[in-house]
């Protein structure tokens, strides 16, 4: 559940809320009415695109911003102290509108625009702004007073070095004000994908990672560690300035009143409140694993953020992306009664996510090291530092592969009109991760909790395996051929990669040189390997792979010939 939340943070708001929520109907109603992709209006195809877009960027952007963090100030205490602090406005903001965006801000916008009336709709807006603004800015001013007792709450490791503290509970002020801007600019996406304006929301978090990278490097020099919670506020007030400029094209002119008796308020309380247990559960987690971690060393932190950014880049391209390309079927077949098809589709998609996730996995598993090195490994971060990062990815790599099926299978509860459920087993993986903590902090350190969160990952994909199971039978769909053959190339083409690793650590010697090689040369025949067995075994959602990108390339190779 927690992978979730993290993926939240890096990504602009997913494709499926935003799909489900424009018509502005509830989500079961929505997933009931969601129309076959033959039928999807071009219009919404072409959105999906930009936010597809949109999201590639912000991943790229995102790789980047840690590259340069990495570079310019290693994995050190002071590093640790930054992700705890920037931690703040995250949580908060997936509290306040994070869940509220697209469970209840965007269906209640919606019903609103599809009326016409820009003035009306401008005039909810203003009122949701002031009401928002207000509670933000009494609630900025609360943390402000109690920041060096949220810094113990979410940090309590750093109390034997008073100085990193201090540090702490300073940058945790900084950024506060992010708080204000972050959840101010969720608000005018919420209004923007009413409207079905999706261009400036697309490149949402590119453009707070993109301010981040051009300020911090500016300011490194005067400020040192704080001068990333200076581009972070930067980020986020640049996120709020394109939104708000989108908002005044389309003609919404906000008049800043509260009107506490507006039906629609009433309603989108009513749409959040089922949602706030689940996020609040997962909050819980992501600040235990923060105050947990700083309790081991000071740089844990830093690594342990380090290494989830690598293993959330195919998580957030390949499950993601699956998953939505799958539920409007899922959702027809469930809405006509046809388990069979249902169950196929399902099954297709799970092998599909698996076909591209296992190889991301063995290349992250068997070649992490050199990646980190050549991405990581330059200026204050030391070789040490990448041997504890690539310790914590080769954990983290294990619980990735159960996220990633995990993901189509709450989506597949979602299709049958069920999101209580995935939220009750969210909240009982966190129990699994709670149990991993107490018993590996100890001996393991900072990996005992990686191996925590994996822990997490593996208990909740396995219960909603099996209660989707007893729901619709889909024992033949997972356990099949299909799946068998693809854990058997992978395991070949991890034998293959680990082969040829060995071969040029002894050809070449260490440097850029070796780790490019080691990258490209092992692997590609790692992955060369991984589809020979495939095609070998004519698996067909490997054929399909192939179809669609000789289909995609094909085409824009014709268009440029043009």
Not at 326 to 332: H, V
């Amino acid at each position: 559940m927690t992978a979730f939340v993290t993926l939240a943070q890096e990504e602009s708001p997913s494709l499926f809320p935003l799909y489900v929520t424009i018509r502005g109907m509830s989500e079961p109603e929505q997933l009931a009415n969601v129309e076959s992709p033959a039928a999807v209006q071009p219009g919404l195809a072409g959105s999906a695109s930009l936010l597809a877009m949109g999201s590639a960027a912000s991943r790229i952007l995102g790789l980047a911003r840690e590259v340069m963090i990495n570079t310019l100030f290693g994995a050190t205490g002071e590093v640790s102290a930054f992700r705890i602090a920037s931690q703040v406005p995250l949580m908060l903001y997936d509290f306040l509108i994070g869940g509220m965006l697209s469970a209840a801000l965007v269906p209640v916008l919606s019903q609103y625009a599809q009326r016409r009336d820009r003035g009306e709709f401008g005039r909810l807006v203003g009122i949701l702004a002031t009401i928002l603004g207000a509670l933000l800015l009494f609630l900025v001013g609360l943390l402000q007073l109690f920041a060096p007792q949220l810094t113990r709450l979410l940090a309590r490791g750093f109390e034997d070095d008073p100085a990193l503290l201090a540090l702490t509970t300073y940058m945790i002020q900084l950024t506060l004000p992010a708080v204000w801007l972050l959840c101010m600019a969720g608000l005018a996406t919420a209004a923007l994908y009413a409207l079905q304006r999706f261009s400036f929301p697309a490149l949402a978090t590119a453009i707070y990672n993109l301010g981040l990278l051009v300020t911090a490097p500016l300011l490194a020099q005067q400020l040192g560690i704080v001068a990333l919670v200076v581009g972070m506020v930067v980020g986020t007030a640049a996120q709020l300035s394109v939104m708000a400029f989108d908002l005044w094209r389309a003609g919404i002119r906000l008049r800043l009143w509260a009107d506490w008796r507006h039906p629609a308020l009433a309603q989108i309380v009513r749409l959040y409140l089922p949602i706030a247990l689940g996020v609040v559960v997962s909050l819980f987690q992501v600040g235990l694993d923060r105050r947990l971690a700083t309790s081991t060393q000071a740089e844990s932190v830093a690594w342990m953020s380090s290494a989830t950014t690598l293993q959330q880049m195919p998580l957030g391209l390949i499950s993601v992306a699956i998953s939505m390309a799958a539920l409007p079927q899922l959702s027809q077949f469930f809405a006509q009664k046809d388990e069979a098809s249902y169950r196929a589709t399902l099954g297709r998609g799970l092998r599909m996510v698996l076909l591209l996730i296992v190889p991301a996995a063995m290349l992250l598993w068997t070649l992490g090291e050199p990646l980190i090195r050549l991405l990581f490994e330059h200026n204050q971060f030391k070789p040490t530092d990448t041997v504890q990062v690539a310790a914590a990815l080769n954990i983290y790599v294990v619980g990735m592969i159960f996220a990633a099926v995990d993901y189509p299978l709450n989506f597949a509860f979602y299709a049958r009109h069920n999101t209580r459920l995935p939220a009750i087993v969210g909240v009982i993986s966190v129990v699994f991760y709670l149990l991993a903590a107490w018993a590996l902090l100890q001996p393991l350190g900072y990996l005992g909790l990686v191996w925590a969160d994996s822990a997490k990952q593996i208990g909740h994909m396995l219960i909603m395996l099996t209660l989707l199971n007893r729901q619709v039978g889909m024992r033949r769909e997972i356990l099949g051929q299909g799946t068998l053959w693809i854990a058997l190339a992978g395991v070949g083409a991890g034998l293959a990669t680990w082969a040829l690793t060995l071969g040029l650590n002894g050809l070449l010697a260490p440097g850029l040189g070796r780790d490019l090689a080691l990258l490209v040369g092992a692997g590609g025949g790692g992955l060369l390997c991984y589809v020979l067995v495939l095609r070998w075994a004519r698996l067909p959602e490997l054929v399909s792979v192939g179809a669609w990108a000789q289909h995609r390339f094909g085409r824009d190779t014709q268009e440029n010939e043009r």
